[in-house]
């Protein structure tokens, strides 16, 4: 799996195994001038040739190739914010769709973004910009902090002000919105199966919830003491066998938790311990699987057998 190892500054592959099969960036990979600080989040593109990595503190989306271990397109300036052409604000989840657009939630511009390499502004957006984080969409998202490609060509969007989930296709059309039972800080939902979603709670202690859209739960891992208790975690993303990969930031450990046991089955990183060795993560912030089985691999390959995107 890809590892956002958000405190390290850096992106890892481990292996089932706890083996670091790759890390970036390495000695030679960066340019002059360039930096990699704060990765929030990374996905693998379709195909797996090109990482999308998230660097919300930093304000800036990045591409790198995977083979060459380069940078080879930016939107936004490190270090700088705004909403203007090339400017985002607190960018979250930024992926690549099967259309080749890297769609992002824009935490603080209130907004969702599409965009592509070959244009400097977004190729389109929902939500009206900085100051109306409210949840009244698609004219107004409640500082959106993910947005989910649906194998049908919609999106899940999750709203931290108000606590929503919604479903919403390109054009601004709502197909429904619901709170995720019990959560109070909703984050990064996506669908667990069809008619289901997962979202997590990014709270201490934390929890992970299944649930569908009308807002009913399905299924919680809310456990308030022990190995289990989680601390601020911020994307639970469900994997083909029915679990669900979890990354638990506050302490420093990515997880598998099997729904049908009710337990952890896999764990990477030292529980509270931050660090950098094999072994260790520090505050890990975003995962995916590569492929075959990456998230945005696995809408693809179902949205072809829909015949959507």
Known sequence: MLIADKGNNRLLVVSPQGQVLWQWPGPA?????????VP?????????????????DDFVITEIDVATGKIVWRYGTPGVHGSGP???????????????????????????????????GPVWSLGDGPGTCRHDPPARFGSPNG????????????????????????????YWSAHPPGVAYPSDSSQYRPGQYVTADYSNPGQVVVFDARGR???RWAPRSGSGRLDQPSLAEGLPNGDILLNDDGNDRVI??????????????????????????????????????????RVALDAARAGAW
């Open 29 to 37: 990979d960066l340019g002059a001038g360039q930096t990699f600080l």
């Open 40 to 56: 929030d989040d990374a996905f693998v593109t379709p195909g797996g040739k090109d990482i999308i990595a998230t660097q919300e």
């Open 86 to 120: 090339g400017r985002l604000d607190n960018p979250d989840d930024a992926m690549e769709l099967p259309d080749g657009t890297v769609v992002a939630a824009d935490i603080k511009n209130c907004r969702l973004v599409g965009l592509s390499p070959a244009v400097r």
């Open 147 to 174: 947005v989910f490609p649906l194998p049908d060509g919609h999106f899940l969007v999750t709203e931290i002000n108000g606590d929503w989930v919604d479903e919403i296709d390109r054009a601004g059309k709502v």
């Open 217 to 219: 739960l399905l299924w």
């Open 256 to 297: 598998v938790l099997d729904p049908a046991q009710n337990r952890i089955v896999w764990q990477y990183g030292d529980t509270g311990v931050p660090g950098a060795a094999p072994g260790h993560l520090n505050t890990p912030d975003g995962l995916d699987l590569v492929p075959p089985n990456s998230f945005a691999d």
